[in-house]
């Protein structure tokens, strides 16, 4: 069984340009979240989709957004890059999402940094 | 706000020492996972707790969730080099969001 995939893995960009990210979840996984994780922050949610619906948002500004296709595949968008953008950005899948069964499935992640 | 406090943050012990990380949450949890996320790579889950008082073992490993399911712990006895790594607590809250601990970095000394 596949496990999730992100894609690009790494990536570099400038202040001011935007970036969109890729994640495939575990087949018949429905749920994917995704997470930014710096060292001085540790891992902070930034929003779950479950069957194309944005069920929860964390607690970042509006240049971070997301989508879900019907395939359950995510992409997550951010504009305007700012310096502090600089994370690994982590994919996580599960059937059913951040609930009681919701034991999370998490891709390689895509290193972005923004020079 | 919501959030969940681990400690500490990081720790280093001699090889076949223990190793203890404590998580606490400022609210009720409806259950609480743990993951481990190693140099490098990225969380993988190692455990669910959902019971007041609940202790669960995985070899070396054991989990325990509060009472009050306001906290938890994570006790790995005599450690070993592949037990370093980051470890997280992640607790879900009665709206069903997750928020995860700050993370204990632990460091096996051969």
């Known amino acids: 069984k596949a496990g999730v995939t992100q894609t690009p893995r790494y990536l570099i960009k400038t202040r001011g340009q935007q970036v969109t990210l890729s994640c495939s979840p575990i087949s018949g996984h429905r749920s994917v979240s995704w997470y930014q994780q710096t060292p001085g922050q540790g891992l902070q949610f930034l929003f779950e989709?479950?069957?194309?619906?944005?069920?929860n948002k964390g607690n970042f500004p509006g240049r971070f957004s997301g989508r879900q296709f019907s395939n359950s595949r995510s992409e997550m968008n951010v504009s305007t890059l700012e310096l502090g953008d600089s994370a690994l950005y982590l994919c996580a899948s599960s059937k059913e999402g951040q609930g009681p069964s919701g034991e999370l499935f998490f891709g390689e992640g895509s290193r972005l940094t923004v020079l | 706000g919501q959030q969940v406090m681990q400690i500490p943050q990081y720790q280093h012990v001699q090889e076949g020492e223990d190793f203890t990380t404590y998580c606490n949450s400022s609210t009720t949890l409806s259950n609480i996972q743990w993951y481990k996320q190693r140099p490098g790579g990225h969380p993988v889950f190692l455990i669910q707790l959902v019971k007041s008082g609940e202790v669960k073992k995985q070899k070396r490993l054991t989990f325990q969730f509060g009472e009050a399911k306001k906290n938890s712990s994570l006790h790995i006895t005599a450690t070993q080099t592949t037990d370093v790594g980051t470890y997280f607590c992640a607790g879900l809250t009665g709206a069903n969001n997750l928020f995860f601990g700050t993370g204990t970095r632990l460091t096996v000394i051969p």
């Open positions: 989709y479950f069957s194309e619906t944005q069920r």
